[in-house]
C-alpha cells in the first residue's frame, strides 16, 4: 500500500478494505494453472515494462529461454526488473505476492526461492479465497467466445462471473472463413448474403442474451480506429457480397471497412432494443508498440450522439486522453467512464482523474475497478492499488472543503459497488 499526507486517507482506506467490489472487466471464470514461478512473474502487465527496459531480447515465446539453469533465468530477470520495479506495474505485481503469498520481497535469490517454494503448493482454493478476502462479489468477464456457452455445453465457471458479449468477431470480416462462424445459428445452411448473415447474428445473438449476458464488449480499438462511421446498407452489402463470392481473398481493412462500421452500428441498435450496455476499448493497449492516436474515446463522439439509447461504458481511463475522456462523461449521459486497468497504469493520472470527476462529473456514471487480468493473484494487487487511488483523491478533495467524509465514502461506495451493480443489472443490495 502507498498513501498521502491528507487528513482523512487513512480513515478512507480502513473503509475501503472493507467495501465490497464489483469488477467491471475481467477474463479469466475460475482458478488458472501456472507452471513456473519466474513465468508467473512476469506473466502479467508487468511483462510490457520489463520489455520495455530492454528484457525483450531476453524472452523467447514470452518467457526467458527455459534451457537456463533456475539461477541464471533469475539472474536475467534481475536485469531488467532492477530497471522497471518501480513502475505500477510492478508494484501492483507484487501487491498481488504480498496479499495472497505473503511475499514482500523478490530482490534476492534468496527470496525468490521462498516464494518458488510457495508458489509450488498453489491449488485451486487460492481463488475463492482471494474473492472472498478482497470482497469482490461478481466480476464481468469478456471470455472472447461465448459459442461453446450458449449452445449447450457449458463449462464450469465460477459463481462470481457474469458474462460480456464479444462484439469484435461479428463486424471484423475479411474472409469468407469469417462469415462462416455463424452458420451454425441458421441451420447450417451457407451463407450467401448479408441478410442471412444477419439472421445467424441475431440467433447467435438471442442465445446469448437468454444466457444472461449484462453486456457487449468491443476491443476493435488494438486493430482499428474507433472512429466508427455510418455507411449505408447498400455499400456494406458490396463489400459482404464481394467477400462471400471470392472465397480465397483476404479483404484489407480499408477494403472491408464499410461493412465493419455498418455491422458494428446494427450491434449499437441491438443493444438499444435489449438495454444492454456496450463496453468499448478506448486509451492505452497491453504491450508495447501500438498506435495510441487511433483509440482516443473522442472519436466515438459521432456514434455516442447517434446512439442516444445506447448505454456506453468506456474503458481504462482513455489513458493519457483525460481532457477528452472528462468531457465526453459530463457531456453525454449515455456515457460511463470505467477505471478498469487504468488505476495500475497510472496511478498519478487516475488520483488526477478522479479528482477532476468529482468536480465535473456525476459520480453515478464513474466506475472504479476492473482487474482486467489473468490469475487472481493480480486483480489482487491490482485492486489493492485501485483502493490506495481512490483513498488518495478523495482524502485530499475531503481535506480541500470540498466534500465531507461522509460525501467521500458514499462516492466510493457508488464507485466500487453501486454504480457497476446499478448499469449490468446484477441485483445486489446498494449499499447507502
Not at 498506435?291 to 461504458?313: C, G, R, S
Not at 474503458?315 to 457531456?331: A, C, Q, R, T, V
Request: aromatic share 14%.
Amino acid at each position: 500500500m502507498y498513501g498521502c499526507n491528507a487528513k482523512y486517507f487513512s480513515q478512507l482506506r480502513e473503509y475501503l478494505d472493507k467495501l465490497p467490489v464489483i469488477e467491471t472487466h475481467e477474463h479469466y471464470t475460475n482458478y488458472q494453472k501456472a507452471e513456473n514461478a519466474l513465468n508467473f512473474i512476469i506473466g502479467n502487465y508487468y511483462m510490457s515494462d520489463f520489455m520495455a527496459a530492454g528484457g525483450e531480447q531476453v524472452l523467447v515465446d514470452g518467457f526467458i529461454a527455459k534451457d537456463l539453469s533456475g539461477r541464471e533465468r533469475y539472474d536475467l530477470f534481475m536485469k531488467f526488473y532492477g530497471k522497471s520495479n518501480n513502475t505500477a506495474y510492478a508494484r501492483g505485481m507484487r501487491e498481488g505476492l504480498r496479499i495472497c503469498w505473503g511475499v514482500d520481497s523478490i530482490d534476492s535469490y534468496e527470496d525468490f526461492l521462498k516464494f518458488e517454494e510457495l508458489f509450488n503448493t498453489r491449488s485451486e482454493a487460492i481463488y475463492d479465497d482471494t474473492m472472498e478476502k478482497m470482497l469482490i462479489k461478481a466480476k464481468v468477464v469478456d471470455i472472447f467466445d461465448l459459442s461453446e456457452y450458449v449452445n449447450g455445453k457449458k463449462d464450469d465457471y465460477s459463481k462470481y462471473c457474469r458474462f460480456a458479449f464479444s462484439l469484435p468477431s461479428i463486424h471484423d470480416l475479411h474472409n469468407k472463413q469469417d462469415i462462416m462462424r455463424l452458420q451454425r445459428y441458421i441451420g447450417g445452411r451457407p451463407i450467401v448474403c448479408l441478410d442471412d448473415y444477419l439472421e445467424a447474428f441475431d440467433a447467435y445473438f438471442q442465445k446469448s442474451i437468454d444466457f444472461g449476458i449484462v453486456c457487449i464488449k468491443d476491443q476493435s480499438a488494438y486493430g482499428r480506429p474507433i472512429s466508427y462511421a455510418y455507411p449505408t446498407k447498400a455499400e456494406a452489402e458490396k463489400v459482404f457480397n464481394d467477400i462471400v463470392f471470392n472465397p480465397r481473398n483476404v479483404y484489407g481493412d480499408d477494403q472491408a471497412r464499410a461493412l465493419d462500421d455498418w455491422l458494428f452500428q446494427y450491434a449499437m441498435r441491438k443493444a438499444a432494443k435489449y438495454d444492454v450496455p456496450v463496453q468499448i476499448h478506448t486509451g492505452h493497449m497491453a504491450g508495447i508498440r501500438n498506435e495510441i492516436t487511433k483509440t482516443n474515446a473522442a472519436h466515438l463522439i459521432p456514434t455516442i450522439e447517434l446512439n442516444a439509447n445506447v448505454k456506453f461504458d468506456l474503458f481504462h481511463g482513455n489513458w493519457p486522453y483525460m481532457d477528452e475522456y472528462l468531457f465526453i462523461g459530463k457531456n453525454y449521459p449515455n456515457v460511463w467512464l470505467n477505471l478498469c486497468w487504468a488505476q495500475s497504469i497510472d496511478p498519478i493520472y487516475c488520483v488526477e482523474l478522479m479528482k477532476r470527476a468529482v468536480m465535473t462529473v456525476p459520480h453515478n456514471k464513474i466506475m472504479a475497478f476492473g482487474g482486467d487480468t489473468s490469475h487472481i493473484e493480480w486483480a489482487a494487487g491490482y485492486l489493492s492499488l485501485a483502493r490506495d487511488n481512490v483513498a488518495i483523491a478523495l482524502s485530499e478533495l475531503v481535506d480541500s472543503g470540498w466534500i465531507d467524509i461522509g460525501e467521500a465514502k458514499q462516492i466510493a461506495a457508488d464507485w466500487f459497488f453501486n454504480n457497476p451493480n446499478e448499469l449490468f443489472k446484477l441485483g445486489f443490495e446498494p449499499i447507502r
